[in-house]
């Protein structure tokens, strides 16, 4: 088992207690300002579970659990859809989302077997 926490992210490698962990950090947030948000990487999904696509889940997460979406993500999807075709949000502009919705709300991001990510071209995960 293998558990990392840095300003709020839980990386959960090779932890066969993961959902404990989750459900005691839910527990703990319940009745406070806090959210909690999770994704788990499978083997199986890998070629689905792109980066971009991790980050558009936990911010669907988080998103869902405020009373009051702030004005930089309403505006980032926005702008997102005034481009050509109106492509997803890219990477940039979902961290731009996290931060502005971490910066008024505790939050703590799990992000459980990242070891079965699938690989990049150029070797990372």
């Known amino acids: 088992m293998y558990l990392y926490a840095n300003k709020g992210v839980i990386w959960l490698i090779s932890c066969d207690n ?17 959210a909690v948000t999770c994704f788990y990487f ?3 999904s890998r070629n689905e579970q792109s980066p971009t696509n991790m980050l558009g889940s ?11 979406i702030p ?9 997102e859809k005034k481009v050509i075709g109106g492509r997803g949000l890219q990477v940039p502009g979902i961290l731009r989302m996290f931060q502005a919705i971490t910066a008024r709300k505790r939050t703590f ?17």
Not at 18 to 34: H, N, P, R, W, Y
Not at 58 to 67: F, K, P, Y
């Open 18 to 34: 993961s959902s404990l962990v989750i459900d005691k950090l839910c527990d703990e947030a319940a009745g406070e300002d806090t």
């Open 42 to 44: 499978d083997f199986a």
């Open 58 to 68: 936990l911010l669907r997460q988080l998103v869902s659990g405020l009373e009051e």
């Open 71 to 79: 004005e930089a993500v309403v505006q980032g999807f926005r702008d």
């Open 109 to 125: 991001i799990c992000v459980d077997a990242i070891d079965e990510c699938a690989r990049t071209s150029n070797g990372s995960s």
